[in-house]
């Protein structure tokens, strides 16, 4: 056996296990469940398809999935996500929008991703009531979490973050996330080792984002703190709330 696919099985098998580990600490998934996959076609979706198209290795069979996909509107358009779709021979939905024209709408100016992530969730919701699924699943992974914490302390004044499993609807809808203990890096390589294809969504102003400078942030201080693991210390801290404030600001 090749030294590659040997480091694809490792890869595959930490993935596999972590995200297990997630669906079964968090009540995840349960049998009947009809889970709407939220596929934006970069690797992180693209992954959370296919470990949900392998099967996921859970106890639990008897549920279904619906790969669904909101195309934003921006200018460049990738149509193949279709055939793709199709190839895969999964349940899909693509839906078209306009949403790039009112994020990047110089009113939205200050915070476009805001915008943007508020309707595209309106649209999920929407498929998913539509659909008939009661769960909704994000590619969401740790970093992203470290990440919105971060930037919830920095521009918004609270402390706050994406949850695993996280009721909407008054309990009849929830979203949930499998790669909760999951790396981005470890996607990343997992996408490229599978050769997953990626659809970008061509957004002027990806790369240039308050979750870009975060990113960047915790990079830096990771290069200078050798000997401290500050992504993991982070995602850990809330784990540890030391609630001693409450007298209001
Ligand atoms: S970077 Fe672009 S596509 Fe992504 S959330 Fe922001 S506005 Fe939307």
């Given at each position: 056996m090749s030294?590659?696919?040997?480091?694809l099985?490792?890869?595959?098998?930490?993935?596999?296990?972590?995200?297990e580990?997630?669906?079964?600490?968090?009540?995840?998934i349960?049998p009947?469940d009809r889970?709407?996959?939220?596929?934006?076609?970069g690797s992180?979706s693209?992954c959370?398809l296919?470990?949900?198209?392998e099967?996921?290795?859970?106890l639990i069979?008897?549920y279904?999935f619906l790969?669904?996909?909101?195309d934003?509107g921006?200018?460049?358009?990738d149509t193949?996500?279709?055939s793709y779709?199709n190839?895969?021979g999964v349940?899909?939905r693509?839906?078209?929008?306009?949403?790039?024209?009112s994020?990047?709408d110089p009113?939205?100016?200050?915070?476009?991703?805001?915008i943007c992530?508020?309707y595209r969730?309106?649209?999920?919701?929407?498929v998913a009531?539509?659909?008939?699924?009661?769960?909704?699943a994000?590619?969401?992974?740790?970093d992203?979490i470290v990440?919105t914490?971060l930037?919830?302390?920095?521009?918004?004044?609270k402390i706050e973050?994406m949850?695993?499993v996280?009721e909407?609807?008054?309990?009849?809808?929830?979203?949930?996330r499998p790669?909760?203990?999951?790396?981005?890096?470890?996607?990343?390589?997992?996408a490229?080792?599978?050769?997953l294809?990626?659809?970008?969504?061509h957004c002027?102003?990806?790369?240039?984002?308050?979750?870009?400078k975060v990113k960047?942030?915790?990079?830096t201080?990771?290069q200078?703190?050798?000997?401290?693991?500050i992504k993991e210390?982070?995602f850990?801290s809330?784990?540890h709330?030391?609630?001693?404030y409450?007298?209001?600001?």
């Open positions: 030294e590659k696919y040997n480091v099985r490792r890869l595959r098998r930490t993935i596999r296990n972590r995200t580990k997630a669906i079964h600490d968090f009540d995840m349960r009947g889970v709407l996959i939220g596929v934006s076609g992180d693209m959370l296919q470990f949900f198209r099967g996921l290795g859970l069979h008897d279904s790969a669904v996909h909101i934003l921006f200018e460049k358009k193949s996500m279709d779709f190839a895969l349940d899909y693509i839906v078209k929008t306009d949403i790039a024209s994020a990047l009113e939205a100016k200050k915070n476009p991703c805001f992530s508020l969730r309106r649209e999920i919701y929407h009531k539509q659909e008939e699924c009661n769960k909704i994000y590619a969401h992974h740790k992203d990440e914490l930037i919830n302390i920095l521009y918004g004044r973050t949850q695993p996280q909407v609807f008054s309990g009849n809808m929830f979203i949930i790669f909760t203990y999951i790396d981005e890096s470890m996607l990343k390589q997992f490229r080792e599978m050769k294809p990626m659809f970008e969504k002027p102003i990806a790369g240039h984002t308050r979750r870009d960047q942030m915790i990079r201080l990771q200078q703190e050798k000997n401290a693991n210390n982070i850990k809330i784990y709330v030391n609630v001693g409450s007298k209001k600001q």
